[in-house]
């Protein structure tokens, strides 16, 4: 008889939660391309053989798209995609546009010194080079600047619902169709938020914060997501 350690039980539900989180990520991304449009019927049977995985990551999957509000599911019926969710990552742009200013104008001054060192450490590594490619970077540097200021406003709401938002720039970073231009902008709009919430700008933190935010839905193309 052959028993299983807790460990390797362990190891088995973390590789099963991975796979829900890339089957998630795989049909997101499908619907935000508008591959899968709202109010399509989704099927877990074709979609297992589609991601060559067997059926329940995918059902789990559709629960958190249910739960997140991007599927929709009746009780004994069939899931769909909810009408509108192909816009999702555009309205949650809209929402942080709502929310960051303020989180920037709370946490201006409050920032821990150490936290503000590894964020210029971040900066310094996403400066554009255009000998090397340092889009990672500059997609590390975004990530973290807002979700550290997010942390730092000490409104425990707005933390929860910006954490959420950015949780889905993943998706955005692997799906964009940033040009270096538009890159190098953002990286420079980061830079002065920064600097404005390590000197106490309450003033210059919110609208820096704004500016960047505004900036990034003007200049996107027509196809491209935020």
């Not at 450490?121 to 080079?129: H, M, R, V, Y």
């Not at 970073?173 to 600097?195: A, F, N, Q």
């Amino acid at each position: 008889m052959t028993f299983i350690t807790e460990q390797e039980k362990l190891n088995d539900i973390n590789q099963e939660e991975s796979r829900v989180d890339e089957v998630y990520r795989e049909i997101l991304k499908k619907i935000i391309r508008g591959d899968l449009p709202g109010g399509t019927e989704l099927k877990s049977t074709l979609l297992s053989k589609e991601m060559k995985t067997s059926r329940t990551p995918v059902i789990q999957a559709f629960a958190r798209l249910t739960s997140d509000g991007i599927v929709t599911q009746q009780k004994n019926q069939r899931a769909s995609v909810a009408i509108g969710a192909e816009h999702w990552l555009l309205d949650l742009h809209e929402l942080r546009i709502l929310l960051e200013p303020k989180a920037a104008e709370l946490s201006a001054g409050k920032m821990d010194s150490g936290l503000i060192e590894q964020l210029h450490n971040l900066s310094k590594s996403a400066l554009p080079d255009k000998t090397k490619n340092w889009t990672e970077a500059a997609y590390l540097f975004d990530y973290h600047l807002h979700t550290s200021i997010a942390e730092a406003s000490g409104n425990l709401p707005l933390k929860e619902t910006i954490h959420k938002c950015m949780s889905f720039k993943h998706i955005a970073y692997e799906i964009g169709e940033d040009s270096p231009e538009t890159l190098e902008r953002g990286y420079y709009e980061h830079v002065k938020i920064l600097e404005a919430v390590e000197s106490g700008s309450k003033e210059i933190a919110s609208t820096s914060m704004l500016f960047h935010l505004q900036n990034s839905a003007r200049f996107r193309s027509e196809n491209h997501v935020i």
